[in-house]
């Protein structure tokens, strides 16, 4: 008889569209995946009510972790930094978070290796993204370098990380067409990074405008609530 | 006129001997300091009092991280498991805390970026310690190439991301003896793993063994209290 090991995986989960595809991608490749989310007083905090219910329709465990964030004033997602509406420039935006891949992932090997999981799934895409450094292939590869040299596990040989970035040479167009056909409930997804109070999108901000994008080029019909009059 | 241009630091201060030297270390270099330490419910939480003396005294910021740790449950440090008393094999002891210097210095980017500081000290030993993977040379090389592709700062050639380890490769013998010559009170550190109630010293454990064994080494007298009866 043959017996498939269990894959195990820890797959971070801001409850928007991207993560949302990738637990999906994590599940259609047979992964046992367990899901984390992180409260940092983000602005957009609604996002973890999002990531709570995706968690659940998938069948996940969930956990949310509170960060202690340091560097709070140097970003507009988590402090009184006006989010820009009018579309970004060719520059890293003030909704870069200082560190946030790093401390997020950072994190999740903490789980992973106390669940002897050898595997984790970030949503971080290269294409249709904010220019955020800690997106890109060559830090992704950095960090899972270093995450082998980190972890007992690893340095034992009962451990080998791997950093999954199934999203990141896709356009948010793929992306959507590829949770699509994986039976993603993107109702159930936020991507707004300054929603009014009841997590209504504003439909002007760089991650509204993405998304908005990527529904029109897919000829999906977004299922966001935007607000009134948003552009 | 020539103006010395400030060189700032962030330095993991965890309140034992090894880190209240590296401050020193630091200053002694120049460093404009900014301490930080973490809060991530260890047993031996009053080394918390002892980085906030040790802080003081050296006249430098300092600020305590509260972690929400996910794998506390696969340590001694952070769980009910027992805190080794006789010793450890060559093996990496149950002391070791998953991903802990990882997520520690994850932060302290996030803060060094905030402040425009190019260098984070920490340190790590791999002469005298326990074994720990997260302590050795090629790890802190790894993560100083992750920090440099990860933040903005990096990426726009603002800020180049050093990881200074000036312990790194001394013997406990000689850390005691260079933050002896730089003044450190190793009264106000704190070095045991699990403390009695009042943080008396247990003078048993990994941390307390190396302790020990380093002050006779350089004829010294250890300033710790521990507790009545300690081998």
Chains 1, 2 share one sequence.
Not at 155 to 175: A, N
Not at 202 to 231: H, M, N, Q
Request: glycine share 8%; charged share 20%; with cysteine.
């Amino acid at each position: 008889m043959n017996v498939t090991p269990i894959k195990k995986a820890v797959v971070l989960l801001s409850g928007g569209l991207d993560s949302a595809t990738t637990l999906a991608v994590a599940l259609s490749k047979g992964y046992q995946c367990h899901a984390m989310s992180f409260d940092y007083s983000q602005r957009h905090r609604h996002e973890l009510i999002s990531a709570g219910n995706i968690a659940r329709a998938a069948g996940v465990p969930h956990r949310t972790v509170r960060i202690d964030f340091c560097a709070a004033g140097a970003s507009a997602l988590t402090s009184d930094i006006d989010v820009p509406k009018t579309g970004t420039e060719n520059e890293i935006p003030v909704t870069y978070v200082p560190a946030r891949n790093t401390i997020f992932l950072s994190h999740a090997l903490a789980w992973a290796e106390l669940l002897e999981a050898g595997n984790i799934f970030i949503g971080v895409n290269a294409v249709d993204y904010s220019g955020y450094p800690d997106c890109r292939p060559e830090y992704i590869t950095a960090f899972e370098v270093m995450a082998n040299l980190a972890l007992k596990a690893a340095v034992e040989g009962k451990l080998r990380i791997r950093i999954h970035t199934p999203l990141i040479s896709m356009s948010k167009k793929e992306i959507i067409e590829k949770g699509t056909v994986l039976g993603v409930n993107y109702s159930l997804t936020h991507s707004c990074y300054d929603p009014l109070p009841e997590g209504i999108a504003c439909g002007e901000c760089d991650s509204c405008r993405l998304r908005k994008k990527g529904f029109t080029a897919a000829g999906i019909t977004d299922p966001a609530v935007y607000a009134p009059g948003a552009k």
